[in-house]
């Protein structure tokens, strides 16, 4: 047996559960794509995110406040180990709206959504004038905005390069360009790649996002997710304009605005288009009219990892014991929860989260 | 929307050739180009103050002039200033979006030809980065549009341009200080069996030693089988390093200009999507073309240095190729009259790409540049070395747009102009595998940057809300 | 004809109508920016629109000065972009 656990998929998930494992003693070996593989590891926005996740479904709610109270610990020790400053923010984000009726429409379902979690949801509503006290680009046409306090930010690039890094570093290994065919369990578990390389392994997680879609059903899960492509815009750098992040628009670590984000059901196609490009264009200079003068200097399109109801899977297969399907679109937000409390629930440890209600029996 | 039967994007040999010949067989065509004049690099301001200095720039630029002029005097519309930042394929052809002074326009075309030319190989040796250091190019276009020679000069690296760059200079009154050249005898004496482009091959030679013994003449310094450039300075160039003849010199200078030759500009059709193959010889991704410049999607062609290196000559008869075979997928020549007006733009194509072999042996890129050192800068934008790059190569990245994300090398303004060759040769010598295989960036729109106040506008009112995030 | 320009508050007088990156080079300005990331000194590479080195600052926008022409009055500053880490 070459590994204990095989991952298949080498993204933030994939890597967060991998460096958990191997922290814990594990051996671990993680089979990666190639450079032209869907990667939404490289595509997303890159925010540690609790607000408007979960509502209707408060399990979900608690398991991204988890995740969100983990990831500055989580952020230290990974920093240490691959030598990185992550650029972790958690002082609260925001959701700008345009209009009072589509924010008064929010805070009704953030009020439900508080009352259902005992409480325990810290945000608050500031008008345009409270907002621009705090954010002084944001324009006239911004009716005001949700601040939530458990809101924040990473620079999920960094964040890939040193999960990467210190997983190597601690011994771990990494097949890049592989992509695994079929798999079988004689014994223990067989990967067999298309490029004819076979890995050996006691117990394997899938977590190759839309690549779930095709290995899925060989180790006995539905699998049930879809692409929903999102486009990002990204300015030249530019001088501190931002105190917070929001949903749509962040200054990155490096200086450049990032703005999103779309969301449109066009199967497996991660191009950019004009139109969309445009209009986040457009409403990103109608929240911040200064941003008008700033370059674009690169704009990208990504797929989201999406299940029915938009949460997470997390499903140990019944047909092939010791296989786990983990999938979610939320992999930088739910990071530290992966890296911190997955590996206890892949091992069958007392002390695992109870994750029953992110199975796939939900959608049957 | 404006349409038209053609749009040509860039207004240097290959543009200004195809545009003359669709619009004279009775195409509406427009010609988009960055410049205020047309020209391209290599005619650059021919027909505004270039044409002045042919004493200094010498006669072959001047056939750029009668190239211009019949442009001038066609149909086809010529937009100056005109940044092109967005190309969408769709039915029948495609839309192209550019910005004029900061306000954005569309048109749509039948059929669109790629004329975007040539761009300086990176050259990443140590200060490569440093104010003073430019391009060859460089130095010709200051000469060219503005009349100015860079002072003190040292010109560093391998190819013919540089002989061509130094006796301009010397024409104009301030030789360069010296000519450090990173090839050697021996690459020049392997080349020779590859000499087989008959009496053509041997014209280029011939000028090239008259430029030669024209550098003598001016007694300028000329060193060979130069190794270990680096340009030294703090703030500024002070001076260029290197080893030859077994020992290091020194050359104190105020500029350096850097050349490892030119590579097809690659950056509109890599965000179109097109197929590209390594060529080996030119030691760059080269898009795949068919006899007439018709690229990997249909109605979208590529001519001149864009499709491969092979100089202006081969430039203006391939854009001549691409216009004939527009028109007559447009109905307006037929097969027999292209085929007439090919024959002989094909014969001078044939014999302008016969000399490159040997060009190419002659003047090989310089191993340092093929495989930087690992403190020297590759990507200039985001200031990443060429051993960060092998260290995440070593973390499993095995193509360049992994090493973006985990680096953000090529993820500046120039959008990885001047470092993805770069890149993709330092992963393919990493991993011990082929260019082809290896890759290169995804480019994506826009394909220079604009605002976001330009951006913002191109949709109509009333749909800029579809699409709305969240 | 000569016309005034600033650079960085400096007053200059540069030919009209030429190209800006190489007047500004011609009256002696090598560094044009410092980087937003490490805050070293740049200046122009390639004159020909592709390098972004030679970014300026005018009218609050960050344009390429070597594709821009010299007019009367123009206002020149080094781009404001923060070096990493200095916000």
């Keep these: 047996m070459q590994a204990d656990y095989a991952i298949i998929g080498g993204g933030v998930v994939g890597l967060s559960l991998g460096w958990g494992l191997i922290r814990r003693g594990h051996k671990v070996i993680v089979i990666d794509g190639d450079d032209g593989s869907f990667r939404a590891s490289r595509g997303n926005f890159g925010l540690v995110w609790v607000q408007s996740k979960g509502i209707g479904a408060p399990h979900y709610a608690r398991w991204s406040q988890r995740s969100a109270g983990l990831w500055a610990e989580f952020a230290v020790e990974l920093g240490a180990g691959s030598n990185t400053d992550l650029r972790l923010e958690q002082r609260g984000g925001y959701d700008f709206h345009l209009d009072e009726e589509s924010l008064a429409a929010k805070v009704a379902q953030y009020d439900a959504l508080r009352h259902e979690l005992g409480g325990d949801y810290p945000f608050e509503v500031l008008g345009n004038n409270a907002l621009r006290r705090e954010e002084p680009e944001v324009g006239p046409k911004v009716a005001g905005a949700i601040l939530h306090h458990q809101d924040g930010h990473v620079n999920p690039l960094k964040l890939l390069r040193a999960l990467a890094a210190d997983f190597v570093g601690l011994g771990g290994q990494i097949l890049s360009a592989e992509h695994v065919e079929d798999v079988t369990k004689p014994d223990g578990f067989r990967l067999i790649c298309r490029s004819g390389h076979v890995v050996e392994a006691g117990k394997v997680v899938l977590s190759a996002g839309l690549g779930a879609m095709a290995l899925g059903p060989k180790l006995g899960f539905k699998a049930p997710v879809r692409p929903q492509r999102g486009q990002v815009l990204i300015t030249e750098k530019l001088p501190k304009m931002m105190n917070r992040p929001s949903g749509i628009i962040r200054q990155v670590d490096e200086g450049g605005i990032q703005i999103g984000d779309s969301k449109e059901e066009v199967g497996l196609d991660d191009s950019t288009t004009l139109h969309t490009t445009a209009a986040i264009a457009a409403r990103a200079v109608a929240v911040m009219p200064g941003l008008a003068q700033a370059q674009l200097v690169r704009s990208w399109g990504a797929l989201r990892v999406m299940s029915p109801d938009g949460l997470p899977i997390y499903q140990k297969s019944t047909t092939m014991p010791g296989a786990a399907l983990v999938t979610c679109h939320s992999g930088i937000t739910l990071a530290a929860a992966h890296a911190r409390l997955l590996p206890a629930w892949l091992e069958g440890a007392e002390n695992a989260p109870d994750l029953e209600k992110f199975g796939e029996q939900r959608f049957s | ?470 | 004809m000569l016309v005034p320009v600033t650079f960085e508050g400096a007053e200059m007088m540069l030919p009209e109508g030429a190209n800006l990156a190489a007047a500004l080079l011609a009256a002696g300005v090598g560094a044009f920016r410092t980087t937003p990331v490490s805050g070293a000194a740049r200046g122009p590479y390639c004159m020909m629109g592709a390098c972004f080195e030679c970014l300026i600052e005018i009218s609050g926008a960050t344009r390429q000065a070597c594709m821009m022409q010299v007019q009367a009055g123009l206002v020149i500053a080094k781009p404001k972009g923060r070096a990493n880490g200095a916000g």
């Excluded at chain 2, 240097?12 to 391209?40: N, R, W, Y």
């Excluded at chain 2, 460089?138 to 760059?165: C, D, E, H, T």
């Excluded at chain 2, 307006?332 to 001078?348: E, F, G, N, V, Y």
């Design chain 2, 1 to 470: 929307m404006e349409q038209v039967d053609l749009g040509v994007i860039g207004a240097g040999p290959a543009g200004m050739a195809a545009a003359t010949i669709a619009a004279t067989a009775g195409l509406s065509v427009v010609v988009l180009d960055e410049q205020p004049a047309m020209g391209g690099q290599i005619y650059r301001a021919v027909a505004s103050g270039g044409a002045a200095r042919t004493d200094i720039l010498g006669k072959d630029y001047l056939e750029g002039a009668g190239l211009a002029q019949d442009l001038q005097a066609s149909t086809a519309r010529h937009l100056t200033e005109a940044v092109v930042w967005d190309i969408a394929p769709q039915e029948g052809g495609v839309a192209i979006t550019y910005s004029h002074k900061g306000i954005p326009a569309r048109i749509e075309a039948k059929r669109l030809l790629l004329a975007t030319g040539a761009l300086e190989r990176p050259v990443p040796l140590p200060g490569w980065t440093l104010p003073g250091v430019m391009t060859a190019g460089a130095g010709q276009i200051l000469l060219k549009a503005s009349g100015m020679v860079a002072p003190r000069a040292v010109l560093a690296g391998s190819g013919p341009l540089l002989y061509l760059l130094a006796v301009q200079m010397a024409r104009a009154g301030s030789p360069p200080l010296a000519l450090i050249e990173t090839q050697s005898l021996r690459d020049q004496l392997a080349a020779a069996p590859r000499l087989a482009g008959g009496i053509r091959g041997w014209r280029i030679l011939i000028k090239g030693l008259g430029l030669l013994a024209e550098l003598r003449r001016h007694g300028i310094r000329r060193i060979t089988g130069a190794r270990d450039l680096e340009v030294i300075g703090t703030g500024r160039a002070e001076g260029l390093r290197f080893s030859a003849q077994g020992r290091a010199q020194e050359i104190a200078c105020d500029t350096v200009l850097l050349h490892q030759g030119v590579v097809p500009n690659t950056q509109a059709s890599r965000a179109l999507g097109l197929a590209h193959d390594w060529h080996a010889g030119q030691r760059a991704f080269v898009p795949r073309t068919d006899g007439w410049g018709e690229s990997s999607h249909p109605g979208i062609f590529i001519a001149g240095d864009g499709a491969g290196i092979a100089g202006a000559k081969a430039a203006a008869v391939a854009g001549q190729l691409a216009g004939l075979q527009i028109a007559c997928q447009l109905g307006a020549l037929d097969r027999a009259a292209r085929d007439a007006k090919a024959q002989p733009a094909r014969k001078t194509l044939d014999a302008e790409r016969s000399i490159r072999p040997f060009l190419e042996a002659a003047y090989p890129v310089a191993a340092q540049i093929l495989c930087p050192a690992d403190k020297t800068l590759v990507c200039r934008c985001e200031e990443v070395t060429a051993g960060d790059v092998r260290h995440w190569a070593g973390l499993g990245c095995k193509g360049p747009n992994q090493t973006k994300a985990f680096g953000r090398v090529g993820m500046g303004p120039c959008q990885g102009r001047y470092c993805g060759l770069t890149v993709t040769e330092i992963l393919s010598h990493s991993h011990n595998l082929p260019h082809s295989q290896i890759g290169a960036y995804r480019i994506r729109m826009p394909l220079k940057p604009v605002t976001l106040g330009e951006l913002s506008t191109v949709n109509a009112p009333e749909d800029a809300e579809e699409g709305h995030p969240k």
